[in-house]
């Protein structure tokens, strides 16, 4: 079965520190993994996906298969950065799973 | 191009009472999914459907039913509201089964009492 951890439910920071959101996860196959954003009340959007190893808004992610682990970061926080943010596992079934969301909160 | 469209916004209902979530995509997607996100539970999966015609159970489907009207259409349907139903609901949809990222609604907030 799929499982995605987010260990944390809470980070927080102060502007211009660095940030990393931990996101494990257990699956037998090669995975799809992404990470999605919610800003207050809004939608969830898609902020990163694994496969196109791209850096959006400053947040990179690599996909770690060793330690089966698809941990987000930024080098420097904004204040903007402020969301709840989940990993979701999304390969070989019809059902995406995420993990349970991390909030963080940048600090002026 | 909307994206995933939900109605209403927002809704109070009380105990016992029925009510539809609407859900429509315009981008012709195969997939369709309604999660539910609660404080500290994340994101669960009520229903989905895979392609149109077909329908699937999730992680909490007890109390809810789900219709694929057409390609474009995934309605949720609480047939017999209760306090525990109080959440806020998401409507997704992604291009291909399993494979391809979910695109999302804006939400309905539902609160009963």
């Known amino acids: 079965a799929q499982r995605v951890t987010q260990p944390e439910k809470l980070l927080s920071v102060f502007k211009g520190a660095p940030v990393e959101l931990k996101c494990n996860y257990s699956?037998?196959?090669?995975?799809?993994l992404f990470w999605y954003v919610q800003y207050s009340r809004q939608r969830l959007q898609l902020l990163l996906r694994h496969i196109s190893r791209e850096s959006i808004k400053g947040f990179t992610a690599d996909l770690n298969k060793g330690e089966t682990s698809f941990h987000l970061k930024k080098p420097f926080a904004q204040e903007e950065d402020s969301a709840m943010y989940y990993c979701a596992l999304i390969r070989g079934s019809y059902i995406p799973t995420f993990g349970r969301g991390t909030s963080l909160i940048v600090h002026p | 191009n909307a994206g995933v469209t939900q109605t209403p916004k927002f809704q109070v209902l009380k105990t016992g009472q029925s009510m539809t979530l609407q859900c429509a995509q315009d981008?012709?997607?195969?997939?369709m999914y309604w999660y539910r996100q609660d404080p500290g539970m994340g994101l669960r999966l009520i229903y989905y459907s895979a392609s149109e015609g077909t329908t699937d159970k999730g992680e909490v489907p007890n109390g809810y039913n789900v219709s694929r009207l057409n390609k474009r259409e995934f309605s949720l349907r609480l047939e017999s509201a209760a306090p525990s139903q109080t959440s806020v609901y998401f409507c997704?949809?992604?291009?291909?089964?399993?494979?391809?990222?979910?695109?999302f609604g804006n939400g309905t907030r539902l609160t009963v009492t």
């Open positions: 699956y037998s196959g090669s995975p799809e």
């Open positions: 997704a949809s992604s291009a291909r089964d399993g494979e391809s990222p979910l695109h």
């Open positions: 981008m012709n997607h195969n997939s």
